[in-house]
């Protein structure tokens, strides 16, 4: 005769039934998170994009201001002056790029300052919420199985 195993699917879930669980919480917590996400990444793709149009603009630039010191002089002053014009324009040209980039960072930075403040604020506010309804659930039980049933005489 073998032994069977004992089955304890049937235990655990009448075990972890009698428990009080509300699955909408972390429902609630992954749309939350899912919200967070979106607006993070809205916030990194359009820095991405306003990045792309500068280095895109200055690489535009820089190309046409070189045209000028690559075409043949007739004297070779003209040579060390159009390299010399070419270095100022650039010079000036990365300057206002660089102060570009700078905006773009202060203002993903100031976004994502407002977003981790916004998700914390709201993060707090599910967290009270979930605690004080895990709290009246576990009350509710617990004056439940603490009410006498009623015997038969």
Known sequence: M???TQDFTKYMTDMMGSFPADNSAMTEAFKTQAAFAEKMSRVAL???EQS???S???ARETLSKMAPMTAAKEEPADYARSVSDFASASAEVAAENMAAFA???KKVQMET????M???KEAQEDASAAVKKATNDVTS???KAQTPTSTVK
């Open 118 to 120: 916004a998700a914390g």
């Open 103 to 105: 905006e773009i960072a």
């Open 2 to 4: 073998a032994n069977k």
């Open 113 to 116: 300052v407002e977003l981790m």
């Open 52 to 54: 792309a149009e500068i």
């Open 141 to 143: 039980a617990t004056k």
């Open 46 to 48: 359009t820095a991405a």
């Open 56 to 58: 895109h603009k200055w």
